[in-house]
């Protein structure tokens, strides 16, 4: 099982910018499709994007398409999530994890972490 610390989230006027990154323990990292989701105050949590294997394929929620772009790195087990042009309905805690993309709507399966904390004002 991959064990997932997120890093990276922050208090961000609108139209800033973040990074975030996940950080995965484990060998097997490579072995697993990953995604971003997202909890908004409120709301239940939401797929935001999600990422192939291999880093060929990539996934955004209609939302946030456009303005965000997941990465990869396997050689250092992390996944990123780019965020620009922030809006104030991107507050929320960010979270990452293992999914299965198909079929869609991707899905995510194994344990959460404790999620990285965005905020963006106006």
């Known amino acids: 099982q991959v064990q997932l610390v997120e890093s990276g989230g922050g208090l961000v006027q609108a139209g800033g910018s973040l990074r975030l990154s996940c950080a995965a323990s484990?060998?097997?990292?490579?072995?697993?499709?990953m995604g971003w989701f997202r909890q908004r105050p409120g709301k239940e949590r939401e797929f935001v994007a999600g990422?192939?294997?291999?880093?060929?394929?990539?996934y955004y929620a209609d939302s946030v398409k456009g303005r965000f772009t997941i990465s990869r790195d396997n050689d250092k087990n992390t996944v990123y999530l780019q965020m620009n042009s922030l809006k104030l309905e991107d507050t929320a805690v960010y979270y990452c994890?293992?999914?299965?993309?198909?079929?869609?709507?991707?899905?995510?399966?194994?344990?959460w972490g404790q999620g990285t904390q965005v905020t963006v004002s106006s």
């Open positions: 990422i192939s294997r291999s880093g060929a394929y990539a």
């Open positions: 484990g060998r097997s990292f490579s072995n697993y499709a």
């Open positions: 994890n293992t999914v299965y993309l198909v079929p869609p709507p991707p899905r995510a399966f194994g344990s």
